[in-house]
């Protein structure tokens, strides 16, 4: 009986995420795949109903992203790393900036423990904060709740706003697809690879593990060409499902406890991306929009979802959030050790 619930709300939730998805990007809603899939789900369960996302459904859809964004890493992007030396430093400050300052925010304004309040500041890799928090660092509670809401939020507000900032220029020439043999080599390879660096406490496991094979492939000549437009669409109503299923799971009272709190940390860690991403256009010249996809405080799956929605360039937006996680590794536990 528990197996029939579970498939029925599996299919409930698939048709809901599916149909939200169709419907918004029809509509031509930013990123409207993923934020219709959301929206959908979570109107879902705010009707009581049971809403699931298998596992094995979430690490595929993370792969796939992982595989699109990596397969705009070819040979033609190694001449461009070097100029992206002072946006991956822009990147760094900003990432420091925004934990300070949220952090400051949390404990001063809103009375809550220091070690709470950096874990819910971190601007991203939020399964990592979580499991620091379980660990028993500050209240894991408060922390996910803060968490969820500010990866919620911002991908209902950054698609638009990044849209609004600057729409990427169409390309005059249709990419040409990733033969079928490979995208299907590289998903065998890729998911129970990417399952073993998961269990191993590796931050957005598929999604980074998408990233390196599709990039090595394109890298060395062994593949050519991006994930056909229907996979792509996959991957992000399954990811904007599993944001909804994740919200599903906290107690609504929690939540409006949380709600001020939560805002306030969301307005901070965006209005500190939006200003790095001002100025490292002004250092730059690159488009403000996808400057701050790449510095947007989002879950990383998430903002590299809205990035390829969008038509930005994937490398340049993989290679940040690649770091991202990297720098936020090291960084929250520096900031865990620092008093006062």
């Not at 409207?32 to 809403?51: E, T």
Request: proline share 5%; with cysteine.
């Amino acid at each position: 009986m528990q197996d029939k619930a579970y498939l029925k709300a599996t299919a409930l939730t698939a048709v809901a995420a599916l149909g939200g998805a169709a419907l918004a990007a029809s509509l031509g809603i930013p990123a409207g795949a993923l934020v219709g899939a959301m929206l959908a789900v979570a109107v879902l369960a705010g009707l009581k109903q049971p809403v699931v996302m298998p596992v094995g459904a979430r690490d595929l859809a993370f792969l796939v992203i992982g595989l699109s964004l990596g397969s705009g890493i070819n040979a033609s992007v190694i001449p461009q790393l070097s100029g992206w030396s002072i946006s991956l430093l822009l990147l760094v400050l900003s990432l420091v900036a925004t934990m300070a300052a949220s952090t400051w925010l949390l404990t001063r304004v809103f009375g809550i423990d220091r070690e709470t309040a950096v874990l819910a500041s971190s601007p991203g890799t939020m399964s990592n904060a979580v499991a620091i928090a379980i660990e028993g660092k500050g209240d894991a509670g408060a922390v996910t709740i803060l968490q969820l809401m500010r990866l919620i939020v911002l991908v209902a507000l950054v698609p638009p706003l990044a849209a609004v900032l600057n729409i990427p220029t169409a390309q005059a020439v249709t990419p040409e697809p990733m033969p079928l043999w490979g995208i299907a080599l590289l998903l065998v390879i890729g998911l129970p690879l990417g399952r073993w660096a998961g269990r191993r406490g590796v931050s957005a496991a598929c999604l980074l593990t998408g990233i390196v094979l599709s990039a090595a492939a394109h890298l060395t000549g062994l593949l050519h060409g991006v994930a056909p437009g229907w996979m792509i669409f996959s991957g992000f109503t399954v990811t904007g499902a599993v944001l909804a299923t994740r919200l599903s799971k906290v107690e609504p009272r929690a939540v409006l406890r949380l709600l001020w709190t939560g805002l306030a940390v969301v307005a901070m860690a965006l209005g500190m991306a939006l200003v790095f991403a001002v100025i490292t256009q002004a250092l730059t010249g690159l488009p403000i929009g996808q400057v701050l996809i790449a510095f947007a405080p989002g879950g990383v799956e998430a903002m590299a979802a809205i990035a390829l929605a969008l038509g930005y360039d994937p490398a340049y937006v993989a290679a940040h959030h690649f770091a991202r996680i990297v720098i936020l590794l090291a960084l929250v536990p520096l900031f865990l050790r620092r008093r006062g």
